[in-house]
């Protein structure tokens, strides 16, 4: 069984990836990735937490998480479908323009 302290750094990895990938990319498809990203590490912390802590708390709130993310995708892609109907395009440059 590995230390609680390799989960961590892993999550923090996997974090840090997405952070910068949010911050760098243009792409929202690429960005919506790199934002589960980020959810997925922080559900990997709180199962280690949970497994290490013996309680099934961080277990339980990892299926909030998964929900709010499954939310984010359906509605943000749906968004970016409507956005590429209109624009041909889904890079996040072009979105701050509401007018067609």
Same mark, same amino acid.
């Given at each position: 069984? =590995?230390?609680?302290?390799?989960?961590?750094?892993?999550?923090?990895?996997?974090?840090?990836?997405?952070? @910068?990938? #949010?911050?760098?990319?243009?792409?929202?498809? #690429?960005?919506?990735?790199? @934002?589960?990203?980020? =959810?997925?590490?922080?559900?990997?912390?709180? @199962?280690?937490?949970?497994?290490?802590?013996?309680?099934?708390?961080?277990?339980?709130?990892?299926?909030? #998480?998964?929900? #709010?993310?499954?939310?984010?995708?359906?509605?943000? *892609?749906?968004?970016?479908?409507?956005?590429?109907?209109?624009?041909?395009?889904?890079?996040?440059?072009?979105?701050? *323009?509401?007018?067609?």
């Amino acid at each position: 069984m =590995l230390a609680i302290e390799n989960y961590l750094i892993l999550s923090a990895i996997l974090f840090s990836i997405g952070t @910068i990938g #949010v911050l760098t990319r243009r792409n929202a498809i #690429v960005i919506f990735m790199c @934002i589960e990203m980020m =959810l997925n590490a922080v559900n990997l912390t709180f @199962i280690a937490f949970s497994r290490h802590l013996g309680n099934i708390d961080g277990q339980v709130f990892v299926f909030f #998480v998964m929900t #709010v993310a499954a939310a984010e995708a359906a509605v943000g *892609l749906a968004l970016m479908i409507a956005f590429f109907k209109n624009r041909e395009s889904i890079d996040v440059e072009d979105i701050n *323009l509401m007018k067609l």
